[in-house]
């Protein structure tokens, strides 16, 4: 499968607990994206890559979540401290530059907190 | 803010009836606006968008600026089409997200 894909698929923690999610992008896709999307709601923007450089980050993305994509090709996301309301699917899509709008997601992680 | 809406959570039709997915948006100067699909157990992926006026499985969306809306039609629904679909659109000021609406989850019945 050379889509999009997203590690663990599911995680359940305690709240308090720090959570670390992966993406592997198509892999000649320089542009990443990770979404969060609760029940009944559209997938909402966190943050975006081009390569390594985090280009934009949403201003209701707090400082509990930080992303990482050293080496421009996979990406992670890391929640600290995680809290009830944290629980969402996170999707992870990836797209070329001159293609932006169309983006390619993967399966999601399912994250619940406890 | 430049928002999208999907006015209808929830839309039931028979199969080989028309249908229709409600989005209206608000927006200033040039909207671009696609459709995502997520069918079941399956990722979310694009439908269609406004600039290139293709029909993907049949369906189609006309920009209607007047009225603010890119409503996603197809004249006859098959069990197939059963899915969540998302209208979306580009972030502000040229910003490479995209803002997707709440969605509307379609359900066509045999």
């Known amino acids: 499968d050379t889509g999009v894909s997203q590690d663990p698929r599911h995680k359940i923690t305690k709240r308090g607990q720090n959570v670390t999610f992966r993406c592997d992008p198509i892999?000649?896709?320089?542009?990443l994206y990770w979404y969060r999307q609760t029940l009944g709601q559209g997938p909402e923007f966190l943050t975006y890559?081009?390569?390594?450089?985090?280009?934009?980050k949403s201003r209701l993305l707090s400082d509990r979540f930080s992303a990482e994509r050293p080496k421009g090709s996979f990406s992670t996301l890391e929640i600290q401290r995680t809290e009830q309301g944290d629980s969402a699917m996170y999707l992870c899509?990836?797209?070329?530059?001159?293609?932006?709008?169309?983006?390619?997601f993967g399966p999601g992680t399912r994250l619940t907190v406890l | 803010a430049q928002r999208v809406t999907q006015p209808e959570k929830l839309l039931s039709v028979f199969k080989g009836a028309p249908v229709e997915l409600k989005c209206n948006y608000s927006y200033s100067g040039s909207p671009e606006l696609f459709w995502y699909v997520q069918y079941s157990r399956q990722r979310l992926q694009l439908l269609l968008r406004h600039i290139s006026r293709e029909s993907i499985k049949g369906f189609t969306a006309d920009l209607n600026k007047g009225e603010t809306s890119f409503h996603l039609k197809k004249p006859f629904a098959q069990e197939e089409d059963s899915a969540m679909y998302y209208c979306?659109?580009?972030?502000?000021?040229?910003?490479?997200?995209?803002?997707f609406g709440k969605g509307t989850k379609l359900t066509v019945n045999p």
């Open positions: 890559f081009q390569n390594e450089a985090q280009l934009e």
């Open positions: 899509a990836s797209s070329l530059v001159l293609a932006y709008n169309e983006q390619f």
């Open positions: 979306a659109r580009p972030g502000e000021g040229g910003s490479e997200k995209l803002v």
């Open positions: 892999s000649e896709h320089n542009r």
